[in-house]
């Protein structure tokens, strides 16, 4: 058994995530380009390098459109790994923290510190707090099963069902004004993006990448038994801790950014499962397919009906949803991995 403290991908991961790689990058020069103002990816190459003439199309890209995909790339790619983690953890596909809650907890936090609640704290940190309240009553409500089994999640659907709830009485009880500013915490959308939020997440997500370098065989061996996996070497309650612990952190973070999107958290694993060597648990493939993902779908939302502009959540909820009651519908002949 080697001591290294991460496992190198196979030819058939590496092709993987080198494919989802370009198509996020893809993904990333269409949302620059397109949009009320139309620019040429060679303009926008110009414009990102400080080397263009041309005054409008710097304003356009570096003050309109960079900032937004950015935040897209970065909450897309968080949402992603919290999901592929949680799934993981609890050897279940549905186990993301939209559906167990994680992301009405958060948003539910993040909107009472800007309606005026009394809560002086920033909505990252109240995001942050409602992301892990909502895991440790989950985590508490599921007993001796911990993130394992369907007790888990149905006991994280009632958490979520109740934040949702808390949610909209708080909204329904604050002037229109501070309503109107908490509204994109609610349906999830990359307007209310703040600076701070997206290095925070940025932080966050760097600190968690890292973590899980150097987690990923630990990880890969929460697939199997909980004999196989001791006999492996594996400590499986810090491993579970720590995982779980990571996906709160990226999970509230995202939230702060982009609101309760979290479809993505269901769909990018997926996607990274299909495509990489079976055996694995897909956490780069994972990332950058939720990268790409919401930087599409924002795209779609800002240029389908121009200047009527959808929140991202909307357009991942209508992609997501038939796929979810696919998931649920189809027989199941392969297991999460």
Not at 105 to 128: D, Q
Not at 201 to 209: I, R
Not at 296 to 311: C, H, K, N, Q, Y
């Amino acid at each position: 058994m080697h001591r290294y403290p991460f496992t190198m991908p196979d030819q058939r991961t590496l092709v993987a995530n080198l494919v989802l790689l370009v198509l996020a990058g893809a993904a990333v020069m269409t949302s620059l380009s397109m949009g009320t103002v139309q620019i040429a990816p060679a303009e926008v190459i110009r414009a990102l390098t400080g080397t263009t003439d041309d005054p409008m199309a710097a304003f356009v890209i570096n003050e309109l459109r960079l900032g937004r995909v950015m935040a897209g790339l970065l909450s897309g790619a968080a949402l992603a790994l919290a999901g592929c983690l949680m799934q993981t953890l609890a050897r279940n596909r549905l186990a993301t923290p939209g559906i167990i809650g994680i992301d009405n907890a958060a948003t539910a936090f993040a909107v009472a510190s800007v309606v005026g609640t009394g809560i002086a704290l920033a909505p990252s940190a109240m995001a942050l707090a409602g992301a892990a309240t909502a895991t440790v009553l989950a985590f508490g409500l599921a007993g001796a099963n911990g993130t394992r089994g369907y007790r888990f999640i149905v006991a994280g659907l009632g958490i979520g069902a109740i934040a949702g709830a808390v949610t909209q009485v708080m909204l329904s009880q604050v002037a229109i004004d501070d309503a109107n500013a908490a509204y994109p915490w609610t349906v999830g959308s990359l307007n209310a993006r703040t600076p701070e939020s997206v290095q925070l997440l940025a932080l966050g997500l760097a600190v968690g990448c890292l973590a899980l370098m150097c987690l990923s065989r630990a990880v890969n061996s929460l697939q199997f038994s909980d004999p196989v996996a001791i006999t492996l070497g594996i400590k499986l309650k810090r491993t579970r801790l720590l995982g779980l612990g990571l996906s709160v952190l990226m999970t509230g973070l995202a939230v702060s950014v982009c609101g309760p999107v979290g479809l993505v958290a269901l769909l990018a694993p997926e996607l990274a499962r299909s495509l990489c060597r079976p055996g694995k648990v897909p956490l780069t493939a994972s990332a950058l397919a939720g990268a790409g993902f919401m930087v599409v779908a924002d795209l779609l939302g800002r240029t389908l009906f121009s200047p009527l502009e959808i929140p991202v959540g909307i357009i991942t909820a209508i992609v997501g949803s038939p796929y979810l009651l696919w998931i649920l519908l189809r027989p199941s002949t392969r297991s999460l991995t």
